[in-house]
């Protein structure tokens, strides 16, 4: 028999049992009632299989079990109805209880945080599978779901143990409807659907000879699609996710095989980390850490989502977007900077209230995909413009027609109309050819200042042999890489106005870098990190950040170190790239035809640099001289 030691509704009960040596040396069940003491961190412990006795325990280390047991308690004095959940879970001691619940006379108490997390998901999953006459045996469920949690396997560097505890606090921190601990870990089905995906993970060995302690291929199968019909969230048991991570609402939210998700990172419902067909491989989103992913957003393909990135709701995301970047519509555009310091995942700001504007300037729409101005028309807005100009005119002219051969066949025109066109000015006609011809002006003047980008990308056709030498007459290392030019899914498309052609030797627009960039072999998202940490730098306002550009003198100082942290380029290729140095980089002629321009005037700045460094270091060196004598 256990004594029981009554107290107030804030002392905490549970049981434990552990194994004592007796006082024969036997070794025997012991039994023991423990209870805190509001005021210390302490137990008071009641021995009843060796004869009673009191003595004092200190508090186990896991807080987190001992929240849970000491909130659903208060539970079960306020909400009865609770009470037979929280009992067939492990919570509480149906022993312990003036109304024990019916079929929970046999069940043991929790013994640990693990546990009653692996009692209340798998009975979750079971009921809603039909219980024992469904496709899911609740006993095995239970012991794969326990069994998962002692594995030693980590994803992303985390323990199924580590990675669930930090997940259940993730929910209380971030969600402003979740007030206690107990609710994540029994209704919050994002916080389930993530427990039911580690442990498919561990699960799932496909390999034919793999298998292991907690299933093979199939069982980790069979998890995901219970659990994908019970809480309506399909993430296959190979993508990988970290810790802290929370599924806000869940329902809708599809995560792909071979996808990433960082530690920190907050997903709201409807989101989907897809493909883009039926290609095989690594072929889905990877997710940095500390990432806020608004509802309804579409990550699609094998891109990069960096650290510290916020992306709006709705959003249709198909290119990289680097890290610390906000990015919202459909196609996706970053329209700024994350604040220095902010974590997204954990603030959950889906307003993007708080962003600082990617050009730096107050006419630049947060929010909006496309900045406003009458300088920043784009060629496809020209375009429509000059083809609805083109309409009106053959309208025009068809009316104009229509009116001469009425006139002829002896039609008659009101006097007041004929003299209202009179005192209009230019007629109809008139009007719609000079706004033909003042957009045919602008266009030609749009096209002029992409000059120094584009000319270069019609070499297509050259001569094969110069890929294969370069201009010092060596076999050549890097070759011509052909390069879209327009590239309507750019997460910098529209952002930025227009760059003049006065810059065209001293500025380094996004399409230039990348260009150089993809030409040594980086990736995408690779060009659009270092584009991105490289504006950064710019004063917030200065004119080259309002056009999108990189002055060269920035470009050089700091090209290395961000390629050093942002790309996979060794330091040689990134130092030559930041010096301009042709020879060094090993182009072929063909692609040399690009940057002769921009390698110029980078060798130049290098030389004015060296050149003050060893002004610097004479004058020191005389100095010291001087001082010496």
């Known amino acids: 028999m256990t004594t029981m030691i009554k107290k107030s509704s804030f002392i905490k009960t549970f049981m434990k049992r552990s194994t004592a040596s007796s006082s024969d040396g036997s070794v025997g069940t012991t039994k023991k009632t423990f209870e805190t003491n509001n005021n210390t961190n302490e137990y008071v412990v009641v021995d009843t299989h060796n004869g009673g006795g009191v003595g004092v325990e200190k508090e186990c280390d896991d807080e987190l079990f001992l929240r849970l047991r000491r909130e659903a308690l208060q539970v079960a004095e306020k909400e009865p109805m609770v009470v037979h959940l929280l009992a067939k879970v492990g919570l509480l001691d149906p022993t312990n209880l003036n109304n024990n619940p019916k079929n929970c ?29 469904g496709n899911l045996c609740p006993t095995m469920l239970l012991q794969t779901i326990h069994d998962a949690f002692l594995a ?75 659990a994908s019909s019970a809480f309506g969230v399909d993430i296959h048991p190979a993508a990988q996710i970290g810790a802290g991570v929370m599924f806000d609402h869940a329902s809708g939210i599809v995560v792909g095989e071979t996808a990433i998700i960082g ?78 310091g902010e974590r997204p995942g954990s603030n959950v700001d889906t307003r993007l209230a708080d962003v600082e504007p990617l050009s730096g300037v107050a006419d630049s729409l947060v929010g909006s995909t496309i900045t406003k101005s009458t300088t920043d028309t784009s060629l496809s807005t020209v375009a429509t413009d000059i083809q609805a100009a083109s309409i009106s005119v053959k309208r025009v002219e068809s009316s104009s027609s229509t009116s001469s051969d009425n006139m002829e066949s002896g039609g008659s025109t009101d006097g007041d109309e004929a003299e209202g066109e009179k005192n209009n000015g230019d007629s109809p006609k008139e009007e719609a050819t000079s706004k033909k011809i003042v957009l045919n002006e602008l266009k030609k003047d749009d096209d002029s200042s992409h000059n120094d980008d584009d000319e270069k990308d019609n070499d297509d056709e050259g001569d094969e042999d110069d890929d294969r030498v370069t201009d010092f007459g060596t076999p050549a290392r890097c070759f011509f890489a052909k390069m879209s030019k327009d590239d309507c899914m750019c997460p910098f498309s529209g952002s930025f106005r227009k760059s003049p052609s006065a810059h065209s030797e001293d500025w380094i627009s996004h399409s230039k870098l990348q260009t150089l960039l993809v030409q040594q072999g980086c990736t995408d998202g690779e060009c659009v990190e270092v584009f991105f940490e490289l504006l950064h730098l710019l004063p917030i306002g200065s004119t080259a950040r309002k056009y999108g550009c990189i002055p060269v003198d920035v470009f050089s100082e700091n090209f290395v170190d961000i390629a050093q942290e942002k790309t996979s380029l060794d330091l040689a ?57």
């Not at 997710?287 to 650290?307: E, F, R, S």
């Not at 709006?312 to 610390?324: D, F, H, K, N, T």
């Open 573 to 629: 290729t990134c130092q030559a790239l930041a010096d301009g140095d042709l020879k060094a980089l090993g182009l072929s002629k063909k692609a040399s035809k690009r940057f002769k321009s921009l390698f110029s005037t980078l060798g130049q700045n290098s030389t004015r640099a060296l050149s003050r460094i060893s002004s610097a270091s004479d004058l020191l060196s005389s100095k010291k001289g001087r001082g010496t004598d």
């Open 105 to 133: 006379k046999n069940i043991q108490p929790a013994k640990t945080f693990e546990e009653v997390i692996s009692r209340i998901v798998s009975h979750r999953l079971s009921s809603c599978s039909g219980g024992a006459e």
């Open 152 to 226: 030693e396997e980590l994803e992303l560097g985390h323990t199924m143990s580590e990675a669930v505890r930090a997940d259940a606090l993730a929910v209380v921190k971030r969600d402003p409807a979740c007030e206690t601990l107990l609710e994540v870990v029994l209704f919050m089905k994002g916080f389930a659907s993530l427990v039911i995906h580690r442990a498919a993970r561990r699960a799932w060995k496909p390999d034919e000879n793999g298998g292991g302690s907690v299933g093979t291929r199939f069982a980790a199968l069979l998890l995901q699609s219970q």
């Open 263 to 340: 530690d920190g990172t907050t997903i709201l419902h409807g989101v989907t980390l897809g493909g883009t067909g039926k290609e095989n491989g690594d072929r889905h989103p990877k997710v940095g850490k500390d990432v806020l992913i608004g509802a309804g957003t579409k990550i699609l393909g094998n891109i990069h989502i960096g650290d510290r990135v916020k992306i709006g709701a709705g959003s249709v995301v198909l290119r990289a977007i680097p890290g610390g970047a906000t990015a919202v519509g459909a196609p996706a555009r970053i329209i700024g900077f994350t604040p220095s």
